[in-house]
């Protein structure tokens, strides 16, 4: 699926079977864009979780922006209260794709808001800082904090750039402050503890940031 809706139980469902099941109301639309991935997180339901064929988040082959940009034309918006760029990949893994449906949302739909989930990987990635390019069309970040320290992050992330990750995952918080509006740390429910989480909630204060501990099935 390139578009779907979440429900409760940890279901992904497109668009249509979400009306069917839940035809009054608006719902969060959600945009899957890649299945790459430079962390490899032990926690991640995109290692556990079976999906049936229909409902799968898996891509068959990487989707063009053209591609993309026909699912969104197709979306009942009267039912949308905000677009959300996350799927069983890391979304800033196709940049330029990204970027330009933030914009392509934006234009077709100013009115609602844009979030995108994110490793916070982004500038090792690509050897650069990115915040700036989400200005005037991400209006929330949500960064995958996942632990206190450096070690404890990448036992959790497996992330592919080693023990440097956790300071340049934060590092990008702090520049994504300049450019998005309201910028949100995580930390999963159910993987680590209240101690750790008041750990988490610390790092933040002193940063200025927000923390939110996500429930287990919303990860």
Known sequence: MLVYAT???????????????????????????????????????????????????????RPTVDELKAALDDVPW???????????????????????????????????????????????EYGREIAADFQGVLDTISISLNASNAERYYELTRAKYGLQSYEAML?????????????????VDKVEGPEEIAKCQAICDARGLTLRVRPYEDS
Not at 11 to 17: A, I, S
Not at 32 to 55: D, G, P, V, W, Y
Not at 171 to 187: G, M, Q, R, S
């Open 7 to 61: 429900h409760k139980g940890g279901r992904y469902l497109p668009l249509e079977e979400s009306l069917k099941e839940q035809p009054e109301g608006k719902r969060n639309l959600y945009v899957n864009i890649t299945n790459e991935c430079n962390c490899a997180c032990t926690f991640c339901l995109r290692n556990m979780k079976k999906m049936a064929e229909e409902s799968s988040l898996w891509l068959k082959k």
């Open 78 to 124: 009267e039912y949308i209260r905000e677009v959300v760029f996350c799927g069983f990949g890391e979304p800033t893994m196709q940049l330029a794709t990204l970027t330009e449906l933030l914009h392509y949302v934006k234009e077709q739909h100013p009115e609602l808001p844009t979030r995108l989930n994110t490793n916070g990987l982004g500038e090792l």
């Open 171 to 187: 590092d990008f918080a702090e520049h994504c402050k300049k450019y998005v509006p309201n910028v949100v740390l995580t930390i």
